[in-house]
């Protein structure tokens, strides 16, 4: 840590300037308490650094960033019964609830909204720490209020070590806020925290300092107080110019390549029909033989060889209707000559 990039003195005037403002605004509002008003740190990274995570990451502080008055929920593995009897030296430990009631009473997102809200902080036994985002749902991450893991078997040291630090919660964005105390502490005491905290949020957060372009300090309801600004390096300036033509080069081609008319080559390039030898190397129709070796027609002499027409002499041979029509004529002369005869007697 370089004490220039640190710059405590530029973060006593910040913090002392920040109170001024909080006592200016106090005063008009009498319901405003000062423990309940938190002191926050702000670092600004030159790029994205980090994907987001639920899991929290802790900084050790020299005072509690929290109020005399913090109300903590012990989430157990063990009934409540059990734990009760354990934590009853621990005052900060308003309520103990085990994972079995948590899972049947507070099943509905309303009930899940309203624990979330009654309490400042949770913990939760490291044993079941796995099965929280299941069990609480979103609303406690939403609103940074994610159980953080201590071990119960030491259970008076964890819950004090976990009061003494802050949390670092990633996220995919180049702002992160974490909280280093209150307006009920000293001036001073902010400061050590303030000492404690920074460099190990830049470790966390921004890896160097090269990659920090702002660290400021703020309360929810004033504006950032700057204590240490840094412009981007050279080589930082390079890479978001590489960074951003990689992304133009990776986005050109869905550009170019869109117009599907332009490059759609079916039309010029179908030398389906050309090359297409289907016509003059399709000799299916010259090579089936089925029409030539289908002798079916021409070997097919049942009409030639059929000479019933021919051999029916029956017409020819058949002499019976002349001579009935002939035999009968010589009757019929013979009658009349007959007649003839008898009257050229008489």
Known sequence: ?????????QAKKAISALYKYNNSKSENDMLDSAEETSVLITITTHKIMNKAQLKKTKIPLKTSPYSNNV?????????EE??????KSISPIKK???????????KSYESRRKLCDSYDMFLVDDKVVHLMPKLLGKIFFYKNKAPIAIKVSSLKKSVEAALNATYVKLNN?????????HF????????????????????????????VQLIGIKSPKSPLLPIYTALPTAEDVEEKEEEKEESAKKAAPAKKAAPAKKAAPAKKAAPAKKDAPAKKDAPAKKEAPVKKDAPVKKAAPAKKAAPAKKAAPAKKAAPAKKEVAVAPAKKTETKKVTKKVVKSKK
């Open 1 to 9: 840590m370089a004490p220039q990039e640190l710059d405590l003195k």
């Open 71 to 79: 109300e903590v929920c012990l989430i157990t593995k063990e009934s």
């Open 82 to 87: 059990v734990m009760e009897e354990k934590v």
């Open 96 to 106: 103990v609830i085990s994972i079995s009631t948590l899972g049947s009473t507070y």
């Open 173 to 181: 964005g180049v702002n992160t806020t974490v909280s280093i105390g």
């Open 184 to 211: 009920g502490l000293t001036e001073a005491q902010l400061l050590e925290n303030y000492e404690a905290a920074v460099p190990e949020l830049v470790k966390i957060v921004a890896h160097t300092w090269k990659q």
